[in-house]
């Protein structure tokens, strides 16, 4: 049988060439361990992936339990740190249970396409059209009926489920990965209740920034521990370190140790992230202030930056978001800020969903009032020409 002589790969070149001239590829950039940059790029908006406790209680769950978890959480990668993680994340989030996970992403997968029900049960996934893309993703993988609603519209949810009239399930970031704004948690609640709806809020950029002594914006939003909300967070932001979380109802979190996909198939997290998390939840509760002092280094960074003429969405959290007027201009922009000590996020689409290219600014509450100063002037002074 003739064999064609073909590559089954020559379209990625050609894929490859449209995404470079558009100025939209992408490529690792290893940071050093040592590096002297000013970071605002990351999202260790408390400035705990460095601290003593942190580190010493990652290394400490290591010599304990060993490098990795060995196996899913339900054959062998369930340890007793995984236990008091999830009660004492439940406990200070004001919720009854807590699940474990690998990532945020596999959190949100976890809870999207288990709160969806089985194929066939009629469940409506109402998904804000600014979601993060775990979030789309997990819609994506649910197989049930979804509809996207235009952004932070509560109003638009309620229109959506009333036409359903059945199960449904509405969806939202806490705290827009992109811009930084928050979603109206209150409002979203209430139009569900009226449907009967359940509501899922991903609390990723919430948890340590938002809310009494960095709770959370569901917390904040006087949600926390009711019947009808699920919340996920993250472990790599505020904690400072890796896996993430469900939290809800103690039913819900049951239903996902026996029908999440990513919670049964995948090794679970591993043992120096636990210990980190865990610790690094033990400095915020000592030290509720550096939540306030972050959105303070966010509305500064705000001040600072759109004063000098540069248009920045005023952050709700920690995430600040300054407007760049291409995809190129913004990677040469986050290039010259990188030259010149500075570390910041560069957004281009598809990252974006409006298409508009971004520096994303992450506040730290670590930051002193001279850096950011500094990093502020940076910006401002290698902004690209309007």
């Not at 949600?223 to 009808?228: E, I, K, S, T, V």
């Not at 591993?270 to 306030?292: C, Q, T, W």
């Not at 201009?329 to 030259?339: H, K, L, S």
Request: a neutral charge; one cysteine or more; proline letters at 5%.
């Amino acid at each position: 049988m003739h064999r064609a002589e073909r590559d089954p790969f020559d379209w990625i070149d050609a894929r490859h060439e449209r995404l470079r001239a558009a100025g939209l590829v992408r490529t690792l950039r290893p940071r050093r361990a040592d590096a002297s940059l000013t970071d605002l790029a990351g999202n260790d908006y408390l400035g705990l992936s460095r601290h003593p406790e942190v580190t010493e209680a990652a290394a400490e769950a290591a010599r304990v339990w060993g490098a990795g978890a060995t196996g899913s959480r339900l054959v062998s990668g369930s340890t007793g740190l995984h236990a008091r993680l999830e009660e004492s994340l439940a406990e200070f989030c004001g919720f009854e249970a807590a699940l474990v996970f690998s990532s945020g992403y596999a959190a949100n997968l976890a809870a999207v396409t288990a709160l969806s029900g089985p194929v066939g049960s009629g469940t409506l996934l109402v998904s804000d059209e600014g979601n993060h893309a775990s979030l789309i993703d997990g819609c994506r993988l649910a197989r049930a009926e979804k509809t996207v609603v235009p952004h932070a519209d509560p109003e638009a949810v309620r229109k959506t489920l009333a036409a359903h009239g059945g199960r449904a399930l509405a969806i939202t970031d806490s705290v827009f990965s992109v811009d930084g704004d928050a979603a109206p948690l209150s409002a979203l609640a209430a139009v569900c209740r009226e449907a009967g709806a359940a509501l899922l809020v991903d609390d990723a950029h919430g948890l340590g920034v938002l809310g009494e002594g960095g709770r959370g914006a569901v917390h904040a939003a006087g949600l926390a521990g009711a019947p009808d909300v699920v919340t996920t967070v993250t472990l790599s932001k505020s904690l400072g370190s890796q896996g993430g979380a469900v939290l809800g109802p103690a039913r819900v979190i049951a239903h996902l140790v026996s029908t999440a996909r990513t919670f049964i198939f995948d090794t679970g997290l591993a043992p120096a992230a636990a210990g980190a998390a865990l610790a690094a939840l033990g400095v915020l509760r000592r030290e509720p202030e550096r939540a306030h002092r972050v959105r303070a280094v966010a509305r500064e960074l705000h001040r600072r930056v759109t004063e000098a003429g540069l248009r920045a969405v005023r952050p709700d959290a920690a995430v600040v978001s300054v407007q760049a007027p291409s995809p190129e201009a913004a990677v040469q922009w986050a290039a010259d800020c990188r030259e010149a000590g500075l570390a910041v996020g560069c957004f281009r689409p598809p990252s974006v969903p409006d298409g508009i290219s971004r520096l994303r600014l992450t506040a730290r509450a670590d930051l002193s009032d001279a850096a950011v100063a500094r990093a502020a002037g940076t910006v401002v002074a290698t902004a690209p020409a309007v």
